[in-house]
């Protein structure tokens, strides 16, 4: 067991207890020992100042790709799980659209191998919903949740038949665990490349309407509401889909909801001179609905912020538009692009951020995870709320550097991250 | 002519020129007009400049224009078609441009099937480049064109009424002529079946006429566009028969216009789709008369990019004669 580590004079924020003050933190065999004023530091300990940075659970990601097995010029396992810690993050969910696809209980087996012995954040493997992706015939949900999978989704795909979606959302009852949806209609979005509207029309692209998320988020919500099981649809990012998750919502269906941060600070302007950096899907979208977004998460409609982190290669970028892949990396940008978009205009205080990023999300899938309660895993993010930095992508630990967000100036940046009471990041002293 | 428009490396498109660029456009087009007239049709104000076209999608009209325009300007140049090409097999875009560069050349004209690509290809390498038509985005030289044959027959654009027929959704013709006509001062209109014609199309400054008879009503000039066949095949619209019906341009309806229209086309035509014989083959059809303005028009492109100035355009033209 590594060393005990007392983290000295930081402001402490867990929102699974409440607390919001200058504390110290005690880590001892990888757990939190003790919070509380003036702790003595035991024979040994590594003893770190951290004033005037912020102490808080570790981030969790309900939605990281991390291309493992099959492309791992874009990322691997360890790679994304390196780049998580850099942007706080300690657990991560990683999605199954890999090549081949995590659709078995050794491919889950695989996933969380390869991440333990990575030794950064912790991966937890997303089991694919169908055999292959392909949405006819369901895998063996029971095998995959025993294998270590905390959820099941075809993401990247999105669930096109009604009834998969239904039976799976039965069939993962019986194991607990959550469905996480990729809500698109394909039959609204074939051919689009980014949202449609004024700029799509005067840049000549197809679009992709609001109407493509808000039919197949209807659709979920209903079969949700039909099977009692647990849907949490993935990045929510048009108005309609707010209102119909709202509407699910009040009517008691088991429903969750997440928010990508660029969802949450860019419209599809950001496309204008063709930037291939801001494909996405769903794809950036009008002001009127980043506002609705906001709003939503805000008001709790959307319950947490997740990146949906989708390295992918220069080259695959550097092309036509139309031929580019969809997709964007987000671990390392997350907390500075929120807290700009969200703290600092004083939409949502600290706290309540570090809810949506860690606690929150950490609930929905059931993970060990989002507090620093006693005898809970040391995980646990250090940062300076207020630092103003400027995103160069050529930093990232990331092995991809599709950002819309390069040369743009964020707000916060983790300083340290501990994952079982081991330091596995330290900005200056990168390993 | 107005002293001291410049342009920057690219012909990307209209919606980046400001009016005075583009009105310097026309105007350099008409002395070039002439030049195509002559015996001896070549002056020799490209003289030395290396030109390469580069056409990623099939083209008669516009690659020919082009290379008639280069060669009339005695420009060295070179085509490179889609076919038979590196790009057959399989070299991206940006590793076509990088070699073509490395050749030194002064300028490409790229004609590409992906909205964006002349901007892929202005943003990464050093040699002017003109669009001529990408994906469903711009198609400025044609744009131009048809400005100045409208201003041929209407004496100019300001308060005309023009009103694009057609699918508009696809089409990089469309988006050109909007850019271009709202930018000299025309009032502009589009019509088509609901399915092609995009949303938020009204925000660009256009008004929209579900059917044809009030766009018929209204317009001074009509510019009919091209439909292409695999629109149907998409679900677009039914049928190439109910759309001749519905919006094909026929003298029928042309007769009951409140005035004599003018009708532009594109090309090449669907005779008897979105246009019937007898308009344009008729006496208020300018659609040949469009191909003769776009040598001249991509004369006057290539030339004011290349550095050349409005002022010297005519002494360019006279330059061969003495």
Redesign the interface.
Known sequence: MSRPMVLRGGRVIDPSQGLDERLDLLVVDGRVARLGRDLDAPKGAEVAAVDGLVVAPGLVDLHVHFREPGDEHKETIRSGARAAVAGGFTSVCAMPNTDPPIDDPAAVGFLRAEGQRAGFAHVYPVGAISVGQKGEEMTEVGELAAAGAVAVSDDGQPVWNAGLMRRVLEYTKAFDIPVFSHSEELGLSRHGVMN???V????????I?NAAEDVAVARDCIIAELTGGQLHIQHVSTRGAVEIIRAAKARGVAVTAEVTPHHLALTDEAVR??RTEAKVKPPLRSAASVAAVRDALVEGVIDCIATDHAPHHY?DK??????APFGLIGVETALGVCIRELVVSGRLDLPELINRLSCRPAQIARLPAGTLAEGSPADVVVFDPEVRWICQPEEFLSLSRNTPFAGQELVGRVVMTIVDGRSVFARGADR | MTARVTFGKDLTGL?GLSAEQIRTILDVAEPFKEISERPIKKVPALRGKTIVNLFYEPSTRTRVSFEFAEKRLSADTVNISGVGSSVQKGE???DTARNLEAMRIDMVVVR??????A??LA?RIPSNVINGG?????HPTQGLLDMLTIRDHLGGIKGHRVCIVGDILHS?VA?SNIWGLLKLGAEVAVCGPPTLV????E??GVQVFKRVEEAIEWAEVLNVLRLQLERMEAGYIPSLREYNRFFGISVARLERAPRDILILHPGPMNRGVEIDSHVADGPHSVILQQVTNGVAVRMAVLYLLAGGSPERAEAAKRESRE
């Open positions: 449609e509207g004024p799509s029309t005067a840049l000549g692209l197809r679009g309407p001179g063709y080259e550097e092309r036509e538009f139309d031929d | 919606e991206t875009l940006v590409h099937g992906s909205s964006g690509a901007q892929f943003d990408d994906g469903q985005h711009e990089r988006r995009p949303p938020g199309i925000e660009l």
